[in-house]
């Protein structure tokens, strides 16, 4: 009974968001939903200008940031990211922090202010911060002996594998230490979804940035998307119901692998937006491979799609149902509890544009006395 129960709870939590995502999508289809275009006034730093220094407290960067040092000293080191309203243990311990025990590899974790939904601008800072702590341990083994490779992956769900490339384009120092980021649905481009429903609602304020050509994304991508030293693998889903259109989450560019789950696996319905990389086998395969730096070109429906789940998880036990239904109920729970906060997008602050300082000056000269 009670495993029958949790089934059943989890297919309705699971249900009840896709139904109410379902329905934002058929009203924005629907009508016609007027996206901004960036904004051609703004001036970006120059790709190579130094970083900003911390804003936050080193205490507070350093607080939810835990590593878990692996026996495989062959192996790079991996930094999991959340998205927004995720709890990054919650999100990756019952999956991939499992796994790479088990393989002896060795990982650190993250968890973004706020559970992803303050602003983002600040969140980025986290990163950094983890990327640089991360990038010292790896050099200091190196010396001592113990490791070879210094730069380290970054695995990012939703907007986990949005917000490193922020810090990537706004702090060059980090860019080299940084081998191969590997996104699972990220909302590189935003999501329709955050456009209607911050038309209808008052948003967190992560969410308004993440709403197509946002101030946040624009400089986001601004002048360059990738750096020609760092590796990029979009693992993606058809079925996303969280990120739409699905191809905003891809990165056009030189040496990056957009890969949709479906396009290998079609009959794949189940792995959605969370599913694409935190259960799903096909996703678990194509991100082994990207992190053993194994091409990612003409994988087979044999490798990819004869198992359903990746290693150590399986449907019929309680955990899986349990955990799938947390984080559906999770991401509800926060985004209602934030909804009301703010109507319109943070404005870009003046480390991550040139005009506004400018715009200052030219405001103090005249003013009247």
């Given at each position: 009974m009670y495993r029958g129960g949790c089934k059943h709870a989890y297919m309705f939590s699971r249900i009840q968001l896709r139904s109410f995502f379902l329905l934002l999508y058929i009203y924005i289809s629907l009508i016609n939903v007027f996206t901004s275009a960036c904004d051609p006034s703004i001036i970006y730093p120059p790709l190579n200008r130094p970083g900003p220094p911390y804003s936050v407290p080193l205490t507070n960067l350093s607080e939810h940031f835990k590593c878990y040092p692996g026996e495989n000293h062959r192996k790079r080191w991996v930094l999991f990211l959340p998205g927004s309203t995720e709890e990054v243990k919650e999100l990756y311990s019952w999956n991939w922090m499992r796994i790479l025990n088990d393989k002896g590899w060795p990982f650190c974790t993250l968890q973004l202010p706020e559970k992803g939904l303050g602003d983002l601008q600040i969140a980025a800072e986290y990163i950094v911060y983890a990327v640089r702590k991360m990038y010292k341990k790896t050099t200091k083994e190196k010396k001592e002996g113990i490791r070879r490779k210094t730069r380290i992956n970054i695995i990012g769900h939703s907007l986990g594998g949005a917000l490193p490339r922020f810090a990537l384009r706004f702090w060059p120092d980090i860019r080299y230490m940084v081998y191969h980021l590997i996104a699972f649905g990220a909302t590189n481009h935003g999501t329709s979804m955050a456009d209607i429903a911050c038309d209808v609602f008052r948003c967190p304020v992560s969410v308004t940035q993440q709403r197509i050509n946002s101030s946040f994304l624009c400089a986001l991508n601004s002048y360059q998307e990738t750096f020609p030293s760092i590796k990029y693998t979009n693992i993606l889903s058809k079925f996303d119901e969280i990120v739409r259109p699905v191809n905003s989450s891809e990165i056009n560019e030189k040496g990056v692998a957009n890969i949709y789950i479906q396009?290998?696996?079609?009959?794949?319905?189940?792995?959605?937006?969370?599913?694409?990389?935190?259960?799903?086998?096909?996703?678990?395969?194509?991100?082994?491979?990207?992190?053993?730096?194994k091409s990612l070109k003409n994988i087979s429906s044999?490798?990819?799609?004869?198992?359903?789940?990746?290693?150590?998880?399986?449907?019929?036990?309680?955990?899986?149902?349990?955990?799938?239904?947390?984080?559906?109920?999770?991401?509800?729970?926060?985004?209602?509890?934030?909804?009301?906060?703010?109507?319109?997008?943070?404005?870009?602050?003046?480390?991550?544009?040139?005009?506004?300082?400018?715009?200052?000056?030219?405001?103090?000269?005249?003013?009247?006395?």
């Open positions: 396009d290998i696996c079609p009959l794949r319905i189940f792995s959605e937006h969370l599913g694409a990389g935190i259960y799903d086998y096909c996703g678990y395969f194509l991100t082994m491979n990207a992190l053993r730096s044999e490798d990819c799609c004869t198992e359903k789940l990746m290693p150590g998880i399986n449907i019929s036990t309680v955990e899986f149902f349990s955990k799938v239904s947390f984080s559906a109920k999770e991401h509800l729970k926060h985004l209602l509890m934030h909804m009301g906060e703010i109507k319109d997008e943070p404005e870009l602050k003046c480390s991550f544009r040139t005009d506004c300082i400018k715009r200052k000056r030219r405001v103090k000269r005249i003013k009247p006395r």
